[in-house]
Structure formats: structure tokens, C-alpha cells
Antibody, heavy 121, light 107 residues
Framework: QMQLVESGGGVVQPGRSLRLSCAASGFTFDIYGMHWVRQAPGKGLEWVAVISYDGTNEKYADSVKGRFTISRDNSKNTLHLQMNSLRVDDTAVYYC??????????????WGQGTRVTVSS | AIQMTQSPASLSASVGDRVTITCRASQGIRNDLSWYQQKPGTAPKLLIYAASSLQSGVPSRFSVSGFGTDITLTISSLQPEDFATYYCLQDHNYPLTFGGGTKVDIK
């Protein structure tokens, strides 16, 4: 069945970098856009970034633009989020999520269980 | 960015109650709105997309009304498994934006 498994979270100091990964299985990865969405402790959902099925189109939330980079490796069915210049307010559970439409970058229909990132000195 | 204002932030209800949650967009979003349900410690689950289309397996007690800027999610008869937090999401423009969430708990 469809599965998204995030990894790479942990505790990191402000200003440092972290790279998240999301391993996809159970669906044809290279025909779907993919998203990252985060949720700070006790807070609501915040969309972070999306990448098109072929990696040619990326969009970012203003809060992470210029610091985070989304990428994908379709040969390995893997999504990444490179997070640089991390700030305390980047602390959250980070979810990867599959776009609902073939070759689309709209809403998300299936989510992984998330990986926790804590930015603290 | 389009702002999504969701109300109420929380509500208490009993099994069998009719529950309504509203999302108001800062500009027209046609029917580019979806609804998610999240239970504590778990990932969100897509309930409804394109404003009113139920995701596979979602019971028909969930429905949506409205178009443009004010869209309402209704649960016609609340069931024990419906106690959760609900979020709306607009995908009319990037950046995508969520409503602040509505926590539905047991009265």
C-alpha cells in the first residue's frame, strides 16, 4: 500500500542545517508532485514547499524562501528538504505529502507520519 | 498570500449533534478548497477536495456548502470517531494556506 516515511529530523542549533528525506512506496512516485508541510508544537498546519513531478517547478512559503530547498530523486523514489539557516521558529513536525492529482501541484491527499525537528541552543 | 480564517477555533458537541465549521478566504478562491481531519499524534487525512467532493471512504455525513469566499463544512450527525481537529486549505494560489483549525471535542 501507499507509504511515505520521513527521516532526518533531530535537534539542531540555530543557524545550522538539516536535510530531511521522505521515502515513497506503493505508488508511481515520478508522476506526482510532492509537498512538505509542518506543524509547530500545539499549533496548526503550515504549508512549506512543493515540487512538481519532474522537479522542474518549485514553490515555497515566504517564511522559508531562500533558506529551504525542496528536491527529489525519482530514480530512488525519494523527496528531500534541505533546511539552512535554521531558526527557533522552524521547530515543528515536518510531513511529506503526495499531491492528489497526476502531474499536478495542488492539494495533498496522502501524508507521511512526520519527522520532528527541534531548533534550540 | 490568501488568508484563511476558520471559525470557531474550538467547539464542544455531543454524539448525534450537527456541527458546522466555516472558512473565510481573504479573496475569492472559487472551489479551490479542501478539508482535512487530524487526530492527536497522527498525520492529517484528506476528507473533501474541490470544495465538495468526498475523498474515497469518507462518510456522507460530511458535506460542504458555499463558494468563493465563505465555505462551510457540516457534519450532519457527529460520531465518536469524528472528534478531531479540522483544517481547511486553499489551493487557489500559491503559497497554499491553511485555516487555523477547529478542534471538535466531546461535550
Amino acid at each position: 500500500q501507499m507509504q511515505l516515511v520521513e527521516s532526518g529530523g533531530g535537534v539542531v542549533q540555530p543557524g545550522r542545517s538539516l536535510r530531511l528525506s521522505c521515502a515513497a512506496s506503493g505508488f508511481t512516485f515520478d508522476i506526482y508532485g510532492m509537498h512538505w508541510v509542518r506543524q509547530a508544537p500545539g499549533k496548526g498546519l503550515e504549508w512549506v514547499a512543493v515540487i512538481s513531478y519532474d522537479g522542474t517547478n518549485e514553490k515555497y512559503a515566504d517564511s522559508v524562501k531562500g533558506r529551504f530547498t525542496i528536491s527529489r530523486d525519482n530514480s530512488k523514489n525519494t523527496l528531500h528538504l534541505q533546511m539552512n539557516s535554521l531558526r527557533v521558529d522552524d521547530t515543528a513536525v515536518y510531513y511529506c505529502a503526495k499531491d492528489w492529482r497526476i502531474r499536478g501541484i495542488g492539494l495533498m491527499d496522502y501524508w507521511g507520519q512526520g519527522t520532528r525537528v527541534t531548533v534550540s541552543s | 498570500a490568501i488568508q484563511m480564517t476558520q471559525s470557531p477555533a474550538s467547539l464542544s458537541a455531543s454524539v448525534g449533534d450537527r456541527v458546522t465549521i466555516t472558512c473565510r478566504a481573504s479573496q475569492g478562491i472559487r472551489n479551490d478548497l479542501s478539508w482535512y481531519q487530524q487526530k492527536p499524534g497522527t498525520a492529517p487525512k484528506l476528507l473533501i477536495y474541490a470544495a465538495s467532493s468526498l475523498q474515497s471512504g469518507v462518510p456522507s455525513r460530511f458535506s460542504v456548502s458555499g463558494f468563493g469566499t465563505d465555505i462551510t463544512l457540516t457534519i450532519s450527525s457527529l460520531q465518536p470517531e469524528d472528534f478531531a481537529t479540522y483544517y481547511c486549505l486553499q489551493d487557489h494560489n500559491y503559497p497554499l494556506t491553511f485555516g487555523g483549525g477547529t478542534k471538535v471535542d466531546i461535550k
